[in-house]
């Protein structure tokens, strides 16, 4: 009888001790989730750059639907700068598009800008893809996301004689006569988004 209760009180005392250990690994998992599930800044800055794409290019798409590629032109003229900024202030960031072969000059990239482009552009050249890049600089978090070209920007940033139309280029030359955001070809780098958050 009394190895029979013996028995029992161990077997109580080690599912006891097993459920109290279960407890912190269980926290500790739950933790591990949360850290999953909590974007990166470089993840972040993505997420905001790729939505003021998507804004950018549906407003663009209306346009070259409702008005052809110069209106298209116009349209980026007007609305660019302040499409880009009404999606940053809602989300608590800063965002912009620079090229060292601007169209508007103020989209010229500064120093730090065209050190990322210069290496997204070794990138290329040795086959590699391009990727962000996140620097602190004045206790901001600052995000590098490029911008390449595709077919469809041709007809806007292509080969000025056959692949620009006249009438295009003509446009540019009005809205942008210090232009130097032609002569690309498809998959080059034509800029960056700059993304500027908060430190977490």
Same mark, same amino acid.
């Given at each position: 009888m009394?190895l029979l209760i013996?028995?029992?009180l161990?077997?109580?005392? /080690?599912?006891? *001790?097993?459920?109290?250990?279960?407890?912190?690994? =269980?926290k =500790?998992n739950n933790?591990?989730? /949360?850290?999953k599930t909590?974007?990166?800044?470089?993840?972040?800055?993505m997420e905001?750059?790729?939505k003021?794409?998507? *804004?950018?290019g #549906?407003g663009l798409? +209306?346009? !070259?639907?409702? +008005?052809?590629t110069? %209106?298209?032109?116009?349209?980026?003229n007007e +609305?660019a700068?302040?499409?880009?900024?009404?999606v940053a202030s809602?989300?608590?960031?800063?965002?912009k598009?620079?090229s060292? #072969?601007y169209?508007?000059?103020n989209?010229?990239a500064? *120093?730090?800008?065209?050190?990322y /482009?210069? +290496?997204a552009?070794?990138?290329l050249?040795?086959?590699?893809?391009i990727t962000? $890049?996140?620097?602190?600089?004045?206790?901001?978090?600052? %995000?590098?996301y490029?911008?390449? /070209?595709?077919?469809k920007?041709?007809?806007?940033? %292509?080969n000025p004689?056959?692949?620009? $139309?006249?009438?295009t280029?003509s446009?540019?030359?009005e809205?942008?006569?210090?232009?130097?955001? !032609?002569?690309?070809?498809?998959?080059e780098?034509?800029g *960056?988004?700059?993304?500027?958050?908060?430190?977490?």
């Amino acid at each position: 009888m009394k190895l029979l209760i013996k028995s029992t009180l161990a077997l109580a005392l /080690i599912m006891a *001790v097993s459920c109290t250990n279960s407890k912190p690994e =269980q926290k =500790q998992n739950n933790k591990s989730n /949360i850290e999953k599930t909590t974007p990166s800044p470089k993840e972040k800055g993505m997420e905001y750059a790729l939505k003021t794409k998507a *804004v950018l290019g #549906k407003g663009l798409m +209306n346009a !070259i639907k409702a +008005n052809g590629t110069e %209106g298209a032109l116009s349209f980026c003229n007007e +609305n660019a700068t302040d499409l880009t900024n009404s999606v940053a202030s809602k989300m608590n960031f800063t965002i912009k598009r620079v090229s060292d #072969k601007y169209r508007n000059p103020n989209n010229k990239a500064n *120093v730090n800008e065209l050190a990322y /482009i210069e +290496n997204a552009k070794n990138q290329l050249v040795h086959g590699d893809k391009i990727t962000p $890049q996140i620097q602190e600089i004045d206790n901001k978090i600052v %995000g590098y996301y490029p911008i390449t /070209i595709n077919k469809k920007c041709l007809q806007c940033h %292509g080969n000025p004689t056959s692949e620009i $139309q006249p009438k295009t280029m003509s446009k540019i030359k009005e809205l942008y006569p210090d232009d130097l955001a !032609i002569g690309y070809s498809a998959d080059e780098l034509r800029g *960056v988004w700059v993304v500027t958050m908060p430190k977490q």
